[in-house]
C-alpha cells in the first residue's frame, strides 16, 4: 500500500537547477568549456570554436584539398548532357521532307502487256540490266543513309551538335529541295552522264543528313526497331509487286492526288505543331505518311519492273532509283515518329 507522500510524489525527474553551480566543474589548463543545451543556429558559430565549413555550393569541396561532389553530368538518365556551359534542351526534332512525288510523262512507256515482251529477248535483257543498275544505285544510297543514321546516333558529340545546329538541317533541307526539283523536271540533266549521278549523290547525302538529324532526336532502340521495321515492309512490297496481278500504274489520278494531300497535311501539320505540340495529330499525320508512301513504294516498284501497263523508260535509271529511295527513307521517318513517340 502507497503512503500519501509517495502518492503526491510526481512521477517526471527533478528539473536542472542553475543555482546549484555549473554541471561540469571547471577544467584547469586552456580547455575551452564545455558546449551549452540546445543546437546552435545554422551557420552561428559556437564561442571558442571555429565557424563549420558549410561549402558554398552542392558540388564545392567540404574541407579544403578534399574532392568535389559528383559531377554535373551527363548521367544515364539524363537524355541530353547537362554540364555543357551554356547549353539548353534542344528543340523538338524538325518534321521530316515532304514533296509531293512527282512523274513526268516524258519518263514512262506505255503498253497493254509486260514492256518487254513485245521486243524479244533483247527487250527483256535490257529490262533486267535496267532493274540491275537501278538496285545497285539505291543499295549505294540505302548504305550511305544507314551510315550517317549510325554516326549521327552512336557518336554523342555528333549528335550534340546537329541537335544544336538546326540551321544545318535547314540548309540540307534547301539542297535537298532544289537537287530534288531539277533531277524531276529537267530531262538534261536528269539522262546526262556524269551530272545525273553526281547531282543524285548531293541529294543522297542532303537527304541522309536530314534522315541522320532527325533519328539523333530519338532512342537507338526506336531507331534499330524503326530500320528493321522498313526492312520488313519494303522487301514484302518488292515481293508483293513480283506476284501480285494489281496494276497499280493504272491509277496514277489516285498517286496524284495522294502526294497532294500529304504534301498540304504535312504543310498544316508542320505549322500547328510548331505553335502547339499535339500528340494524336502528330502521330495520325505519321500514320497516314506511312501508308501512303507504303503504296508509292509498291507504285514506283511496278514502274520499274515493268510489267504492267506503265513502266518506267530504261534510260531514266536515275529518276527510278531516286522514286524508290525517297519512298523507303520517308517510311522510316514516319515509322520513326510512332515508335519515338511510343517508347517515350
Excluded at 584547469?28 to 558554398?56: E, I, M, R, W
Excluded at 508512301?293 to 527510278?320: C, D, W
Aim: charged share 10%.
Amino acid at each position: 500500500m502507497l503512503h500519501g507522500g509517495e502518492m503526491s510524489r510526481s512521477d517526471y525527474p527533478p528539473g536542472y537547477d542553475d543555482s546549484h553551480g555549473p554541471l561540469y566543474a571547471p577544467q584547469g589548463g586552456n580547455y575551452p568549456p564545455p558546449p551549452a543545451y540546445g543546437f546552435p543556429a545554422y551557420g552561428v558559430s559556437q564561442p571558442g570554436h571555429p565557424p563549420a565549413p558549410y561549402p558554398p555550393g552542392p558540388n564545392a569541396p567540404l574541407y579544403p584539398g578534399q574532392p568535389g561532389g559528383y559531377p554535373p553530368g551527363p548521367y544515364p538518365a539524363q537524355p541530353y548532357p547537362a554540364g555543357h556551359p551554356g547549353a539548353g534542351y534542344p528543340s523538338p526534332p524538325p518534321m521530316p521532307p515532304v514533296i509531293p512525288p512527282t512523274i513526268p510523262s516524258d519518263v514512262l512507256n506505255s503498253g497493254d502487256e509486260f514492256a518487254a515482251s513485245g521486243g524479244g529477248w533483247d527487250s527483256l535483257s535490257i529490262r533486267h540490266a535496267f532493274i540491275r543498275k537501278v538496285y545497285l544505285i539505291l543499295a549505294s544510297q540505302l548504305l550511305v543513309t544507314t551510315a550517317i543514321v549510325a554516326i549521327f546516333t552512336f557518336v554523342q558529340p555528333v549528335r550534340y551538335f546537329v541537335q544544336r545546329n538546326q540551321a544545318v538541317y535547314w540548309a540540307s533541307y534547301a539542297v535537298y529541295a532544289v537537287t530534288h526539283i531539277v533531277l524531276v523536271c529537267c530531262k538534261g540533266p536528269r539522262r546526262k552522264f556524269p551530272w545525273n549521278l553526281i547531282l543524285l549523290f548531293i541529294f543522297t547525302l542532303a537527304l541522309s543528313y536530314m534522315t541522320g538529324s532527325i533519328s539523333s532526336y530519338y532512342d537507338t532502340k526506336a531507331v534499330f526497331l524503326a530500320l528493321g521495321i522498313t526492312a520488313v515492309v519494303c522487301i514484302a512490297v518488292t515481293v508483293f509487286c513480283f506476284q501480285t496481278k494489281v496494276d497499280f500504274t493504272k491509277c496514277q489520278g489516285l498517286f496524284c492526288v495522294l502526294g497532294i494531300v500529304m504534301f498540304v497535311t504535312g504543310i498544316i501539320t508542320a505549322i500547328v505543331l510548331s505553335f502547339k505540340y499535339i500528340l494524336w495529330l502528330h502521330m495520325l499525320y505519321a500514320a497516314l505518311g506511312a501508308i501512303v508512301f507504303t503504296m508509292f513504294l509498291a507504285y514506283h516498284t511496278q514502274l520499274l519492273i515493268g510489267n504492267r501497263k506503265h513502266s518506267i523508260s530504261p534510260e531514266e535509271y536515275v529518276f527510278a532509283a531516286l522514286s524508290i529511295y525517297v519512298d523507303i527513307v520517308q517510311i522510316f521517318l514516319f515509322l520513326l515518329q510512332i515508335i519515338g513517340a511510343s517508347t517515350k
